[in-house]
């Protein structure tokens, strides 16, 4: 899981293993930095559909999902979304997010976090992007499980909205879906206080950068030289030569 010492006591951490899991639970499983706030929200105005934006973003009743960052597969009780995205634009996000949290360790170059990455040591973290995914994937049978991606998302947020209601057997009307779809998009998620985490002045650095930065595909083209793509495309390849799922690199992909 990916703890934070300053946002995680012990004591909280502790009753994770005496967790009731109910049924009607919705577990949100994600390598960090692959849009899980913005599944989140998603799943909030699903369980709030006759809700304005304003009312939902601090609900009071029960949570309707639990994020998890968790390289294992849980128990079958309650039902999972699986989030997947590009490897090398979660890299980049992850590179601009640990510069702009104050507690986490800085890396001083793109390359090193770019080897923290190949080699599953990002900090927090533990296992590498490509098992993680691998891992959860491999479960998909066995339990209640939708997987999506983030790339999805940016082409056809509508369909993949209506694909994660169909899981969770939510009923929408015309007008709630388009609502959904109105305050979930990139440009209305990063407006929302909390979900930017502009309130936790004493975990993000403004001058560094926001927790939400710029929802697209393909930035990591800014980022990555010659040389380290040709690694990375390599790894990659051999990774995950076996895996059924295709995803997209880029914008052009994403809507040829």
């Not at 590179?95 to 800085?106: D, I, P, R, S």
């Not at 440009?187 to 206080?193: E, F, G, L």
Request: glycine share 4%.
């Amino acid at each position: 899981m990916f703890i934070v010492p300053e946002l995680h006591n012990p004591e909280e951490l502790d009753q994770i293993q005496d967790l009731e899991i109910r049924d009607t639970d919705v577990f949100v499983v994600t390598y960090p930095k692959s849009g899980t706030i913005w599944l989140q929200q998603i799943l909030l105005l699903l369980q709030f559909k006759e809700l304005h934006h304003s009312r939902v973003s601090t609900p009071q009743s029960d949570p309707p999902a639990v994020p998890l960052h968790a390289h294992r597969a849980q128990p079958q009780e309650g039902q999972g979304d699986l989030r997947g995205q590009k490897s090398k634009d979660v890299l980049v996000s992850f590179y601009h997010f640990q510069n702009a949290v104050k507690v986490l360790e800085t890396d001083k170059s793109f390359d090193e976090v770019l080897e923290r990455f190949l080699g599953g040591r990002v900090p927090g973290v533990g296992k590498n992007w490509f098992e993680h995914i691998k891992t959860w994937f491999s479960h998909k049978d066995d339990l209640n499980m939708l997987f999506i991606t983030y790339e999805e998302m940016i082409q056809d947020l509508t369909s993949v909205i209506k694909k994660i209601a169909d899981f969770l057997e939510t009923e929408l009307t015309q007008d709630q879906l388009q609502n959904v779809v109105k305050h979930s998009t990139f440009k209305n998620m990063k407006k929302i206080p909390q979900a930017n985490y502009e309130q936790a002045s004493k975990l993000m650095d403004k001058q560094q950068g926001s927790f939400m930065r710029k929802g697209t595909i393909g930035d990591w083209k800014n980022h990555f030289t010659v040389a380290q793509n040709e690694r990375f495309d390599k790894i990659f390849a051999e990774e995950m030569k076996d895996f059924p799922v295709s995803f997209i690199w880029d914008e052009t992909d994403a809507y040829s």
